[in-house]
């Protein structure tokens, strides 16, 4: 293995892990801006309506695209071992 094979590898990685978390992690941080805002204007500070609702968001998000996100990373992972065989 060479350094660019190396390089090409962790490149796809890192793609891999932006294709799999990106999801979760935006609509997250949007469903967080949703709730401050919220809370901003009714003046309720309860720290737990937050969380609960990006828990929740975070769940459905594996629940609906967790077979395609198994799928990707399995496909990844087939062709590190694939790469490691040569």
Known sequence: MDTTMVTDVLREAVGVVIKLGGPMLVLSMLA???V???QAVTQIHEQTIGFILKVVIVVGVLLLAGGW???TLQEYTREIFA???V
């Open 32 to 34: 967080g801006v949703v």
């Open 69 to 71: 996100m198994l799928d």
């Open 36 to 38: 401050a805002i919220f």
């Open 83 to 85: 790469l490691m065989t």
